[in-house]
């Protein structure tokens, strides 16, 4: 059964998850930094990196939300990057954001389905997601429309939590999760279901070499799986 964010509601995964973040859009940047102390801030950092060496030129960015993962991306140089998310409450916050920093000539926001991309096969040099696969409600699926859309040779860079596997972290971590976060998430974002989805999510996510053999399944060759803080989150490569 799907882990999905409000338990009461008859609706699909998509359409919750659509929800939940059109809720928590205002507090999201906040929080997102808050809560993590602002270590998103460097594994995106290290997750562009990663993708330097393939000098990109067309970028997907998946479940962009308010384009954090697509601005760090700029740092490549690209012609342009197109973000995708179902929330359109993250997407307002995001074109807000671009337009402060005079950035909507080389990035463009638009709603998009992850698992009904509206690209054709073989446009993009790259694909990232950062905190969104996590999300999908078929990830198979999701993963497969990233390769279909993806061209002959591309990379595509994947930034997610992951479970840490060693004693103490693992033990802080959970309790971190189970305990504190959901705690503040709810205080500021005034959602309650929202940062108690997030542990719950990860949990049930399957990461590390499952992940990766997810991604050889719908076609992904070269995959990588770098941990990152402990095994607190992951970059999984993987090149068509």
């Known amino acids: 059964m799907a882990v999905v964010p409000y338990k009461d509601q008859n609706q699909n995964k998509k359409s919750q ?10 507090k999201y940047d906040f929080l997102n930094h808050f809560l993590s102390a602002g270590i998103d801030i460097i594994w995106r950092k290290k997750a562009v990196s990663l993708l330097a060496p393939e000098k990109p030129k067309q ?9 954090d993962f697509a601005i760090e991306t700029l ?18 916050v995001g074109r807000e954001k671009l337009a402060k920093r005079g950035l909507t000539n080389k990035i463009e926001l638009k709603y998009g389905d992850s698992e009904d991309l509206p690209f054709a096969d073989n446009t993009f040099d790259a694909i990232t997601v950062a905190f969104g696969v996590r999300n999908f409600e078929n990830l198979e699926k999701g993963l497969s429309e990233m390769h279909r859309v993806l061209k002959p040779g591309g990379m595509a860079v994947v930034l997610e939590f992951s479970k840490p596997r060693s004693f103490p972290m693992k ?3 959970q309790f971190y999760f189970k305990n504190i976060l959901p705690v503040v998430g709810k205080l500021v974002s005034k959602d309650n279901a929202a940062y108690t989805y997030l542990p719950e999510s990860v949990q049930a996510f399957p990461d590390g070499q499952q992940f990766l053999d997810i991604y ?13 803080t402990f095994g607190i989150s992951s970059i999984y490569t993987g090149k068509k």
């Open 59 to 67: 970028v997907l960015d998946i479940a962009t939300g308010t384009a």
């Open 17 to 26: 998850v659509a929800t939940m973040f059109n809720n928590i859009a205002g």
């Open 171 to 173: 033990q802080l971590y």
């Open 216 to 228: 050889h399944k719908v076609g992904f060759r070269n995959t990588k799986w770098h941990s990152l």
């Open 75 to 92: 740092r490549l140089n690209p012609d342009k990057i197109t973000g995708v998310d179902i929330s359109e409450g993250m997407l307002a």
